[in-house]
């Protein structure tokens, strides 16, 4: 069960684009198209962005985009705000029917 | 409004007991599997432990297997954590959080319980 592995940190200019990536192994993201995305705000309960690698549950900004290929999923925010500043975590179904996390990436808005 | 918080939470000795417990409402309780996940201070998120709706199915992460014990009462809407054995690294914020049907990720967090291990 090991953490899946993302960036400690990215940074970009409001409207600019950033991406994230979280990368596993066969065995949980490569093998499973069960990735999901969480911002969390710091005091906050995490929050869910994107599911299922790609897809967005209502409510959440079409800036916020996901894609897969091989053992590497990945984040895109578009068009960034001063409000997506905030810690950002990949999750993964794995083979074992646990769930495993990234190590998180904070994400600044210069 | 879908809603769950979590309670229980506090200081612990190293080697102690402690059950936390999630309340849920605005949804039909009995239909959801459920999830711990918890978070050291400053630290990353740690998926737990699950359980489906029924009980029927339950797994936890190696890191508390054999000291902690996820349950559910399905006619108190309610989730628990029974924690044994405690150490200093479990010292973390404790959320519960629920699984969409039928998919593979938590969709509704409660707002956390905070759990010290500390002598």
């Known amino acids: 069960q090991s953490a899946l592995t993302q960036p400690a940190s990215v940074s970009g200019s409001p409207g600019q684009s950033i991406t994230i990536s979280c990368t596993g192994t066969s065995s949980d993201v490569g093998g499973y198209n069960y990735v999901s995305w969480y911002q969390q705000h710091p005091g906050k309960a995490p929050k869910l962005m994107i599911y299922d690698v790609s897809n967005r549950p209502s409510g959440v900004s079409n800036r916020f985009s996901g894609s897969k290929s091989g053992n590497t999923a990945s984040l895109t925010i578009s068009g960034l705000q001063a409000e997506d500043e905030a810690d950002y975590y990949c999750?993964?179904?794995?083979?074992?029917?646990?769930?495993?996390f990234g190590g998180g990436t904070k994400l600044t808005v210069l | 409004e879908v809603q769950l918080v979590e309670s229980g939470g506090g200081l612990v000795q190293p080697g102690g007991s402690l059950r936390l417990s999630c309340a849920a409402s605005g949804f039909t309780f009995t239909s959801y599997s459920m999830n711990w996940v918890r978070q050291a201070p400053g630290k990353g998120l740690e998926w737990v432990s699950y359980i489906s709706s029924s009980s029927s199915t339950i797994y936890y992460a190696d890191s508390v297997k054999g000291r902690f014990t996820i349950s559910r009462d399905n006619a108190k809407n309610s989730l628990y954590l029974q924690m044994n054995s405690l150490r200093a690294e479990d010292t973390a914020v404790y959320y519960c959080?629920?699984?969409?049907?039928?998919?593979?990720?938590?969709?509704?967090w409660g707002q956390g319980t905070m759990v010290t291990v500390s002598s």
């Open positions: 959080a629920r699984d969409q049907k039928g998919y593979y990720h938590f969709d509704i």
């Open positions: 999750s993964s179904y794995t083979s074992t029917s646990t769930r495993v």
